[in-house]
């Protein structure tokens, strides 16, 4: 529960500390006093977001504390980890003048996320807002589960995701296997076109030199014949030199031994020059040049630049995308067995899908006529004895998150009159009692710990209001209770009252709030009745606080 409040600089409030009990605790005050400030700073501490707005002085930073005790089991082991959450949870929460945002749980920083993670299930809001969502026919089927065997919704949850992962994987398959077909006779046509040329990268990146070679073949071998010609066979040829000046020099080695150095070196160069001359000679006579192959290698150079162009920019490229239509066309065998595995697997899975979500609804439906039962009764004891509720449970044959469900509140209030939606004939002091009555019936299971009751008790009074403040004090006995009222008779029934006062002191305006004492109280409530402290008020005061238990 929460035990501590600490409110500094919000809106009219300068600076106050709160302490709270369990039970009931009240909250009166004029209006525009702030009485509604102070569940504001609540929602603050629970992650609700902030607006420079709410700073009483926009040059100082908000900041709101509170301090939670009890048994925080309820909460994951990760968060109470993190945390060091054991039987306290402080939380800090501050905005500075520039919109900075710091927040800490137990000294440690925290994210507004992990604030909601962990007080969505600490603290519960009733308000306005509260009272949109019971008439929101969509948020019925969540009230009506509170009395439905969790594990039976469990089970249908994860067969329902694990049916719908299924279907969409099913649904992306044939999609994936109707684009292949309607691409098949495309990607055979290209696969062949690919095929048909039996691409080898490192063999065919040489075409282009061979084509060059071929088309300049006659100049080629003229080079080769010159060369011989002046090397080898011309009348006067460098290779008969050279021989004939060796023979010279060898001629002379016994008488001039300083020549021999020059003797060797062109006994060299004459080996080289033959050796050359050889393969020269050897090229010459080899170079054939067939039109035909010439005309072959062009046109398998144009089929090839026409691959690359469509499927490249290199052979590799082409061959990679040649690889993928393969896989492609051998999947369409595949995938088509694929299918068919998948929509029996489907078919198994709705099967067991359809019988979990008639126990489910059979469930819904019998929770649907308890709730109905119990809370008409409450609504008979809090005044509204003509009162018909109705928890219409409508079951359509589909599968979805809800197990084909809609469920709608009905209600009639007057004799003579059928039960129609909610949303279409409750009033705002009707929806009140309603949530009461709800809130009632689920104490039991519910392990919110604090509810908050921002004017719940809006367009009742007299006997009304008297049922609708026993209702509170008796939830008060296994829920803490904050309940901001107007009304006398409910504020008599607190546990702890504290009032909220605006006072105006050198031109500025404060809230003032205070824990009342017995007598306090009397003054207070009687203020409440008559609008003054008159001895008739303090009498009704006192004989409102004698019967409150």
Do not use: W
């Given at each position: 529960?929460?035990?501590q409040?600490?409110?500094s600089?919000?809106?009219?409030i300068?600076k106050?500390?709160?302490?709270f009990?369990?039970?009931l ?5 004029e209006?525009?006093?702030g009485k509604s400030?102070v ?5 603050l501490?629970?992650g ?7 700073a009483r002085d ?6 709101v504390?509170?301090?939670f005790s009890?048994?925080?089991?309820m909460?994951?082991?990760e ?6 959450i054991?039987?306290e949870?402080?939380?800090?929460r501050?905005v500075?003048p520039n919109?900075?945002?710091k ?10 996320k992990?604030?909601?993670?962990i007080?969505d299930i ?6 306005q807002?509260e ?5 929101n026919?969509r948020n019925?089927?969540k ?5 439905i065997?969790n594990d039976?919704?469990?089970?249908y949850?994860?067969k ?6 299924l279907?969409s ?11 292949t077909?309607?691409n098949k006779d495309i990607?055979?046509f290209?696969l062949?076109?690919i ?11 040489e075409?282009e030199?061979?084509?060059?070679f071929?088309n ?17 066979e011309g009348e ?6 050279i ?7 060898s001629?002379v080695?016994d ?18 020059l033959?050796d050359?001359i050889?393969n020269i000679s050897?090229l ?7 039109p035909d192959e010439?005309d072959?290698?062009i046109?398998?150079?144009m089929q090839l630049?026409?691959?690359?162009s ?8 082409v061959l ?11 999947n369409?065998?595949?995938?088509e067995e694929?299918?068919?595995q998948y929509?029996k697997e489907?078919?198994?899975?709705e ?8 126990r489910?609804?059979?469930s819904r439906?019998?929770a649907a ?5 119990q809370?008409?009764?409450i609504l ?21 998150a809800?197990?084909g469900?809609d ?6 209030t007057?004799k003579?009159?059928?039960p129609s ?5 409750a ?5 009140s009692r309603i949530m009461l009555?709800?809130k009632e019936v689920?104490s039991?299971?519910?392990?919110t710990?604090?509810?908050i ?16 403040a ?8 296994t829920?803490?209770l ?32 205070k824990?009342l004492s ?5 003054e207070?409530?009687?203020t ?5 402290v008159?001895?008739y008020?303090?009498k009704q005061?006192d004989e409102m606080?004698?019967?409150q238990a």
């Amino acid at each position: 529960m929460l035990t501590q409040l600490n409110i500094s600089n919000l809106s009219i409030i300068d600076k106050i500390s709160l302490e709270f009990s369990g039970g009931l605790n009240i909250i009166t005050g004029e209006t525009g006093a702030g009485k509604s400030l102070v569940i504001q700073a609540v929602k603050l501490l629970v992650g609700e977001r902030f607006s420079r707005e709410m700073a009483r002085d926009p040059e100082k930073k908000v900041s709101v504390e509170g301090a939670f005790s009890g048994d925080f089991r309820m909460l994951s082991e990760e968060l109470r980890d993190e945390f060091e959450i054991e039987d306290e949870i402080v939380v800090k929460r501050s905005v500075d003048p520039n919109g900075k945002n710091k927040i800490s749980l137990n000294g440690h920083i925290a994210t507004l996320k992990q604030l909601k993670q962990i007080f969505d299930i600490l603290v519960d809001f009733h308000g306005q807002h509260e009272h949109q969502r019971l008439l929101n026919s969509r948020n019925h089927i969540k009230y009506l589960e509170g009395l439905i065997d969790n594990d039976l919704k469990e089970e249908y949850s994860v067969k329902y995701r694990e049916y719908r992962k299924l279907a969409s994987e099913l649904e992306r398959l044939k999609k994936e296997y109707s684009d292949t077909l309607k691409n098949k006779d495309i990607m055979e046509f290209q696969l062949n076109e690919i095929e048909s040329l039996n691409i080898e990268p490192d063999k065919d990146r040489e075409l282009e030199n061979r084509i060059s070679f071929l088309n300049n073949i006659e100049k080629i071998r003229e080079a080769l014949s010159m060369s011989l010609q002046v090397l080898s066979e011309g009348e006067y040829n460098a290779s008969d030199l050279i021989n004939t000046s060796l023979k010279e020099i060898s001629s002379v080695l016994d008488y001039y031994t300083d020549i021999e150095s020059i003797h060797n070196r062109l006994q060299d160069v004459y080996y080289e020059l033959d050796d050359c001359i050889n393969n020269i000679s050897h090229l010459y006579y080899e170079q054939d040049g067939d039109p035909d192959e010439l005309d072959s290698l062009i046109k398998r150079k144009m089929q090839l630049d026409k691959l690359l162009s469509k499927y490249g920019p290199d052979f590799e490229d082409v061959l990679e995308f040649a690889d993928d239509l393969k896989n492609k066309l051998d999947n369409v065998t595949f995938d088509e067995e694929k299918i068919e595995q998948y929509e029996k697997e489907l078919t198994d899975i709705e099967r067991e899908l359809k019988n979990i979500a008639g126990r489910l609804n059979a469930s819904r439906k019998k929770a649907a006529r308890d709730l109905a039962g119990q809370v008409e009764n409450i609504l008979k004891s809090l005044e509204l004895k003509d009162a018909k509720f109705e928890v219409n449970v409508d079951v359509k044959d589909v599968l979805d998150a809800n197990a084909g469900a809609d469920v709608e509140f009905y209600i009639a209030t007057n004799k003579g009159f059928s039960p129609s939606p909610l949303k279409k004939v409750a009033s705002g002091g009707e929806l009140s009692r309603i949530m009461l009555a709800l809130k009632e019936v689920f104490s039991g299971m519910d392990d919110t710990p604090t509810l908050i009751f921002d004017e719940i008790d809006t367009g009742i009074s007299g006997v009304t209001a008297r049922k609708v403040a026993e209702k509170l004090k008796n939830l008060g006995k296994t829920k803490q209770l904050f309940v901001i009222t107007h009304l006398p008779v409910v504020a008599s029934k607190s546990d702890s009252h504290f009032h909220i006062a605006k006072i105006s002191e050198k031109g500025s305006t404060f809230t003032k709030i205070k824990t009342l004492s017995t007598e306090e109280r009397k003054e207070v409530l009687a203020t409440m009745i008559a609008g003054e402290v008159t001895p008739y008020a303090l009498k009704q005061a006192d004989e409102m606080l004698e019967h409150q238990a």
